[in-house]
Structures are given as structure tokens and as C-alpha cells.
């Protein structure tokens, strides 16, 4: 439609031995900014909802208000840590 010039192929995947000392760093530098989006946003849940400062009219309490952010933000932070095959072999 748009004149996109693309091409189908295969991708060459090979298994390396690694174990949880040396991916839980190389998933923190890979998704350093994913993690940071996550940890910001549960923040600004808590601050939303507890925090002294806020005006009352601005709070943020209702559950149904709460759950859906909260449930983006976490699955942003761990799935890159739950779906990582490398951490799913258990070798220490």
C-alpha cells in the first residue's frame, strides 16, 4: 500500500549458556527505560492516592481507578524478567 519494501526471512537462534548472575543485568541495561516507565508510574499511583500533599479533590482512591495503571505497570516491570528463557533454566 505504501510501497515498503519487505522482505520475509528466518532468524538464526542459537542457545548460550547462561545463568541469573549474568542476565538479570543484561535484561536491566536492555530495558532500563521500560523498568524506570514502570517504577515512575507505581509512584505516581502511591503519591496519587496517600500522599498528604495532594489535594483531596485530586486523590486517587477508587480501586477501579487504581487497578488498571497499576496492573500496566507491573506487567512492564516483570515481563521482561518472567518471560526471559534464559532465567527459566534455573542454573545458578
Do not use: C, Q
Not at 505504501?2 to 528466518?10: L, R, S, V, Y
Not at 489535594?55 to 497499576?70: C, G, K, N
Amino acid at each position: 500500500m505504501f510501497e515498503i519494501n519487505m522482505t520475509w526471512g528466518a532468524t538464526a537462534k542459537e542457545a548460550e549458556f547462561s545463568n541469573f548472575f549474568i542476565e538479570v543485568p543484561r535484561v536491566l541495561k536492555r530495558f532500563k527505560m521500560s523498568m524506570l516507565f514502570a517504577t515512575v508510574s507505581l509512584a505516581g499511583i502511591v503519591v496519587m492516592a496517600v500522599a498528604p500533599f495532594v489535594p483531596y479533590s485530586w486523590r486517587i482512591t477508587d480501586f477501579v481507578a487504581i487497578l488498571p495503571m497499576a496492573t500496566v505497570a507491573a506487567s512492564h516491570f516483570l515481563l521482561p524478567l518472567v518471560l526471559n528463557p534464559a532465567l527459566m533454566t534455573f542454573s545458578w
